[in-house]
């Protein structure tokens, strides 16, 4: 019986799965003409922000494709081993990798000889997510200011936490403090979270979504936002932004579609449009501003997202690069 | 708090949120059972059911999947010795040598009764405790996290106490097998040889899936002749219903069963520390507290209990302060905090007294599952033992493949397999040569967290390890390390003098 009942709920679930989505509209984007599934090649694992923002973009491009849009995890490596694996796929417009600069800093800084920048090519870009400041409510700072003054008058005792020491979050650190605040490296979110409430690092450099709960109860306050423009998410009105204090850092979490070197022009265009009405449609805008990922433009176009790939790895190189 | 478990009680009854949390406990075990599909996958699996829910159900959902995921890990544990999640790998000590001996459903039925219970002592403490509990895990720092971590390689020197040798070079194997990849405070590599699959580090899954199934194949196929016989006794005695544990079996087991939930509880609230921590610890505390250690790995209830009550208390343990800080205590906590945020629940101090309603279903739903998980599990452990009757000849390729497919699917990728597959081989060498498997891993699983959590620690104190070693309840813990270190010496001095 029981037996049954197993394979009745496993089997209704690929039949979700399988039959999700299947209209029969078959989209043509100008001359190039959607024929089979397309795979999105996510270098990271589920559950996390990388995955979910490809997953629910996934969704919203089917529909305009008239294809499915099948996302692949291939984790490891900080994102490397996705990278190598999409690389040896044919270039014949049916699969394309998500990335954020993370590889990038990890060919620059040293940590692998793989060449990211020469594989990825920048396609669009999805979302645009920021990094923030944070310390526990009971540190003698209030904002950056007071903050850079205590550092000031105790050099070397604050430290900074981060997920990744070659990463944006590292390069927000070191860039907004002049190097006057060390980086310490967390490898879970929730030790670095708990361990900025309980008092045992100073401050830490996160992704608003991360600590949304702790700034709501009051355990956290926010210092200072890497940003342009103040953000408008409630409870963020008196936070500076990084522009106003006059610091030129602004790294934060860029994640966007690459082609894969030899893919036709024809495809990489009508990928284009379709991904640029994927993003603009009501499911996925509600989703990224539920998530708080409405701070900054996501949406870039083929060329904007080039420009700015390529003025990131200009940056990123003089933060990180060997010397 | 009786209204707390009034209120979760009556969302749980709700007929429609029952069946729900029932198909959560069976898509858990199913999930939990499947080699490489971990706790956290299996919660992120179910993620895309819990979207279209009411959220205070989805949540139950959710944590009835992942409760059941990681008793279900325990089913292929104790048949095939096959961890179906790493935090079941010392349940494959005493569970697989029962299962060789026949009393497969004694064994199961002792590591389900064990999870309920550890499950249930979580769940009360989630309820009745959670501010207070939460308070004192913000107390674990790195230092702390670093010499928690490390009374748990301590306990190394007392896994096998007739190879002590052999069983600490086995340990630092694997302590050096966790230093291979991304250096965790650098971010520069270290003994990858220029390998992608080595750059994000040696994972525990396909190691231990190598370690302990594969391993075993290659050791039943070295000596395929015995195998027709006692398949034919296995045939016999793989019926369920006459080997069941009885009640007075396992309210021997009392003492064990309460230090290894309250042991799992504790671990699973720190962060960083997880269910597979906590089983490893508790067994080998175990092993240090038993009155018969000898007899631990030769196949005693005692081993099952300790490592299945305390996994399955950390998961109650790790909704503790993401239910009261917003804190996950781990990666499937995570997942599910992601999928409230989602919809719209703040999460932190104030969700108890602004939204009770979310910790009533979690903790109602905690209930629920660990009950009906009993008789879920039990109905799918039928079905699996069956496959025991299987002969060898056909069950072990099978096992290999489901290795291969666990190992591969972990991150699709086949490095991994390659690793499993070397792990099987050295594995095998290791119980020719009489090296520990055991150890190996427990130094993988630990390795990466006191290195991290030690150096970190190192870096926050500026360098400074006096004030590294004399914060309060890392002094205690190193203590109490030491303590472990040398009591088998002490032990071995006293023995002689009173001879």
Known sequence: MLKKKILAVLSTTFLLGACGDSSDKVAVDGPWKWERKVEIICPWGTGGGADTTTRTFATALEKELGVPVVVNNRSGAGGVSGIQFGAKQPADGYTYIMSTPSPLLAQISGATPYDVYGTLNPLIQMVHDVNIFVTSSKSPYNNFTELMEYVDKNPGKVKAGVMTITGLDAACVMGATDGKIEPVAYTEGSQLNADVIGGHVDIACVGPAEVAAMVASGDMKVLLALTENRLTLPGYENVPSSKELGLNTYFGPARGIFYINGTPDKAIEAFEAAAQRAIESDFFQNWAKNEGLDQRKGWLNTEEFKAQWKNDYNSLTELFGKK | ?499
């Not at chain 2, 895990?137 to 301590?154: K, M, Q």
């Not at chain 2, 231990?208 to 045939?235: C, H, P, R, W, Y």
């Not at chain 2, 804190?327 to 703040?346: D, E, F, R, S």
């Open chain 2, 1 to 499: 708090m009786f209204d707390l478990l009034g209120m979760g009680l009556r969302i749980i009854l709700n007929p429609s949120t029952f069946l729900l949390i029932t198909a959560g406990t069976i898509l858990g075990v199913v999930f939990g059972a499947m080699p490489g599909v971990s706790a956290s996958m299996a919660v992120a699996l179910a993620l895309p059911f819990a979207y279209a829910m009411d959220p205070v159900i989805a949540i139950a959902f959710l944590v009835s999947v992942y409760c059941a995921s990681i008793t279900g890990g325990g089913i292929t544990a104790i048949l095939f010795k096959i961890p179906g999640t790493p935090s079941s790998a010392p349940t494959t000590f005493d569970g697989y040598p029962m299962a060789q001996r026949g009393e497969a459903g004694k064994a199961l039925g002792f590591s389900l009764i064990a999870s309920a219970v550890g499950g249930l002592v979580a769940a009360f403490a989630m309820a009745l405790v959670s501010p207070q509990l939460a308070s004192i895990a913000l107390e674990f720092g790195p230092s702390e996290l670093f010499a928690v971590s490390f009374l748990g390689i301590s306990v190394l020197s007392c896994l096998d106490s007739d190879n002590i040798v052999k069983t600490l070079i086995s340990g630092l194997i694997g302590l050096l097998l966790a230093c291979v990849g991304m250096d965790p405070m650098l971010g520069i590599s270290r003994f990858t040889w220029g390998s992608s699959t080595l750059l994000s580090g040696i994972e525990m899954i396909p190691i231990m899936i190598g370690l302990f199934a594969v391993t075993e194949v290659l050791k039943q196929t070295a000596k395929s002749k015995k195998i027709e016989v006692s398949d034919k006794e296995k045939n016999e005695s793989t019926k369920m219903k006459t080997v069941l544990p009885s009640v007075k079996e396992i309210w021997e087991t009392k003492g064990t069963m309460t230090r290894s939930s309250i042991l799992g509880t504790v671990i699973g609230i720190l962060p960083g520390a997880g269910a597979t921590i906590a089983s490893f610890l508790s067994y080998a505390i175990e092993k240090k507290v038993s009155k018969h250690p000898e007899k631990l790995g030769t196949g005693i209830a005692d081993g099952i209990v300790a490592s299945e009550a305390a996994n399955n208390a950390a998961t109650g343990g790790s909704m503790v302060p993401l239910l009261s800080l917003g804190i996950p205590g781990g990666n499937a906590a995570a997942i599910m905090m992601t999928a409230l945020v989602i919809k719209g629940v703040q999460i932190g101090p104030l969700l108890i007294k602004t939204q009770p309603q979310y910790l009533a279903s979690v903790f109602g739903s905690m209930l629920i599952t660990n009950i009906v998980m009993v008789i879920v599990a039990m109905a799918v452990a039928k079905v699996f033992a069956k496959i025991l009757a299987i002969p060898y000849t056909i069950l072990g390729p099978v096992i290999v493949m489901l290795a291969t497919i666990g190992a591969y699917a972990l991150k699709n990728n086949t490095g991994d397999v390659i690793l499993m597959a070397a792990a099987g081989i050295i594995g095998y060498m290791f119980v020719k040569l009489g090296y520990n498997s055991a150890a190996l891993v427990l130094g993988l699983v630990l390795g990466q967290m006191s290195e991290s959590n030690f150096r970190r620690a190192y870096t926050l104190a500026n360098g400074d390890l006096v004030k590294v070693f004399t914060r309060p309840i890392t002094a205690v813990l190193m203590i109490a390390c030491v303590l472990m270190l040398v009591y088998p010496l002490i032990k071995y001095i006293l023995r002689k003098k009173s001879w």
